[in-house]
């Protein structure tokens, strides 16, 4: 595991006032009052040249919507801090519908960045050559199409931060969340011990804590099989 040390997030959009209360809230917000992880949001639209702050155009051969235009997202990428070749620890990322899904594995290969640009696409998409030139990877958070890349970007910021070391307070808890080994977490209660009618499983209240190890990894096994059969390195 990396020392302690900061994660850049660089974003660019044209919703910056997405962002505030996420990056400012709960562990996230935490992470950066800690230093752990900083946050600069460009808008876009920040960049045009013409008078009419125009940020997109219509699609080359026809065709439906309007497309991001790439010297725009250019200036603002390079404005972000975009390099070619990208520096050691850096990459541009844009959120897309066509990228690798995004799996909480790739999400601990990018806690290990030092600075992530991430480009929210909108409207129709983004000019294929700002992609050629700029993007080092396209993710996709799953098969369904958002009207824009805010919410993937900000799903992506919440889940690599809360991998960074330092973020989480018992890093075992993160060690045992769902999909660590590729299996679900066991079953979880907590008090009271009886609620409308259903107990707590009483190996739980035993003390026995090897007893205790045992059934929550026969619990992860069962679940695993039979809610995510597809995660199935399983053992079983
Ligand atoms: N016409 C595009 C296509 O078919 O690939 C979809 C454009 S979508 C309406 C607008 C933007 O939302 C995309 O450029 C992307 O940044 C974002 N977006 C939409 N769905 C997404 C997903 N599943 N994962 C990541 N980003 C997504």
Known sequence: MRSLS???FSVLTLFPELFGPVLQSSLVGKAAAKGLVSFDL?????FTTDKHRTVDDTPFGGGEGMLLKPDVLYSAWEKAGGQRPAPAGSATILLSPQGKPFTQQMGKELAGYRHL??????????????????????????DYVL?????PAL??????????????GNEQSVARDSLEEDLLKYPQYTRPREFMGLPVPEVLLSGDHGAIARWRRDQQLERTARKRPDLKKNPR
């Open 6 to 8: 900061e994660l850049r």
């Open 42 to 46: 460009h808008q876009i639209r920040d």
């Open 117 to 142: 640009i991430l480009v929210c696409g909108h409207y129709e998409g983004v000019d294929e050559r700002f992609i050629e030139l700029c993007v080092d990877r396209e993710v996709s958070i799953g």
């Open 147 to 151: 009207t824009g890349g805010e919410l």
């Open 155 to 168: 799903v992506m910021i919440d889940v690599i931060t809360r991998l960074l070391p330092g973020v989480v």
